[in-house]
């Protein structure tokens, strides 16, 4: 498959999808590597372990990244931990699509680091992702100080 190929089947194929390989990552926590494939790969020398999940990247629009969503079964793996262990600096990473059953196709690399988490049931977890919006914040003219905000300066 080449890279239009890929992008074609992904852009226009309907109900056409490819296994994502994705990156669990917090701090203080063993990585959890995971793809949507009945067989583990292994990628880069880490095992990307089986799983049943739907990735949907993020749309670019303007130059800004926006939303992104993950649903993935937590049943055989140590993700609903993860998530009650995940603190603000926790991400989640995909980095490539399986392509022919062995090769791994490296993505322009998602690293989603805001969003929210539900877990239903405890077999179902839904990560809902959004952009950071730090630079578009508006701040108010005047500068704080220990004049004028004695509490908090």
Do not use: C
């Not at 926590?29 to 990628?43: A, F, G, Q």
């Not at 405890?122 to 905000?149: A, I, K």
């Amino acid at each position: 498959m080449t890279e239009r190929d890929i992008y074609d089947a992904l852009d226009k194929g309907g109900s056409f999808s490819l296994p994502y390989l994705v990156q669990f990552i917090a701090p203080g926590y063993e990585t959890i590597y995971l793809v949507n494939n009945n067989e583990d790969v292994v990628y880069l020398g880490k095992t990307y372990k089986a799983a049943a999940f739907k990735y949907t990247p993020p749309k670019v629009r303007g130059g800004v990244v926006q939303g992104g969503s993950l649903d993935v079964s937590v049943a055989d793996n140590s993700l609903s931990a993860w998530a009650d262990l995940a603190t603000h600096t926790m991400s989640v990473n995909a980095v490539g699509i399986l392509k022919n059953g062995t090769d791994v196709e490296p993505l322009s690399f998602y690293r989603h680091q805001y969003g929210s988490v539900t877990i239903n049931n405890g077999y179902q977890m839904q990560m809902s992702f959004t952009n950071d919006d730090r630079l578009s914040m508006t701040f108010p003219p005047v500068v704080f100080d220990n004049e004028n905000n004695p509490g908090n300066a």
